[in-house]
């Protein structure tokens, strides 16, 4: 037997790519060669800034708190003695009040309402009624009251305030009645 000593053989590189190698083989080599020596251009860094704290928005200002108009005070009556339309002294004083009232609520009005008692005629009650309400109405403007603001108005002797036929009744019903109006 004979012995071969067989001795391989190397083929060259270009055999061993085959039939597409050598195409595929240049494009590759051209590709780096065309990129230069630092390979694929790198795509541009994305910087996503560090997040900023933001301070939370204030708070909603709270409603307005709604306006709550107090009621009308109730004012005293001025009371007046029989056939009389002076005020008394004690009077004066319940009218200062008025005024320093009417002075802090400048949109306020006051309708004044003149009574007599049912002793006397009917003009003559309907004369003593009105001029009381008008003596007050004259206190209130000699204070710095607008006329404007003030109403007054004699009643006579209907409505009365004290059901009686006596003294103090009669006291009761001699009288000028405050009401504050819209």
């Given at each position: 037997?004979?012995?071969?000593?067989?001795?391989?053989?190397?083929?060259?590189?270009?055999?061993?790519?085959?039939?597409?190698?050598?195409?595929?083989?240049?494009?590759?080599?051209?590709?780096?060669?065309?990129?230069?020596?630092?390979?694929?251009?790198?795509?541009?860094?994305?910087?996503?800034?560090?997040?900023?704290?933001?301070?939370?928005?204030?708070?909603?200002?709270?409603?307005?708190?709604?306006?709550?108009?107090?009621?009308?005070?109730?004012?005293?009556?001025?009371?007046f003695?029989?056939n009389?339309?002076?005020?008394?002294?004690?009077?004066?004083?319940?009218?200062?009040?008025?005024?320093?009232?009417?002075?802090?609520?400048?949109?306020?009005?006051?309708?004044?309402?003149?009574?007599?008692?049912?002793?006397?005629?009917?003009?003559?009650?309907?004369?003593?009624?009105?001029?009381?309400?008008?003596?007050?109405?004259?206190?209130?403007?000699?204070?710095?009251?607008?006329?404007?603001?003030?109403?007054?108005?004699?009643?006579?002797?209907?409505?009365?305030?004290?059901?009686?036929?006596?003294?103090?009744?009669w006291?009761l019903?001699?009288?000028?009645?405050?009401?504050?109006?819209?």
């Open positions: 037997m004979e012995t071969h000593t067989t001795r391989s053989r190397k083929k060259p590189m270009m055999a061993t790519i085959g039939r597409w190698g050598r195409p595929v083989l240049l494009l590759v080599i051209g590709a780096l060669f065309l990129t230069g020596p630092g390979g694929c251009p790198k795509r541009p860094e994305v910087v996503t800034p560090a997040p900023v704290a933001v301070a939370p928005p204030p708070p909603a200002p709270a409603p307005p708190a709604p306006v709550v108009k107090a009621a009308p005070p109730q004012f005293t009556d001025v009371f003695t029989t009389k339309t002076v005020l008394r002294p004690e009077d004066k004083a319940n009218l200062d009040g008025v005024i320093k009232w009417l002075k802090a609520n400048p949109d306020a009005k006051i309708a004044l309402e003149g009574y007599a008692d049912e002793r006397g005629t009917v003009p003559r009650n309907q004369a003593l009624s009105d001029g009381r309400a008008n003596v007050v109405r004259d206190y209130l403007v000699a204070g710095g009251i607008s006329p404007q603001r003030i109403t007054a108005k004699g009643h006579g002797a209907v409505r009365q305030f004290a059901p009686g036929n006596n003294e103090a009744a006291a019903n001699r009288r000028t009645h405050l009401v504050v109006t819209p």
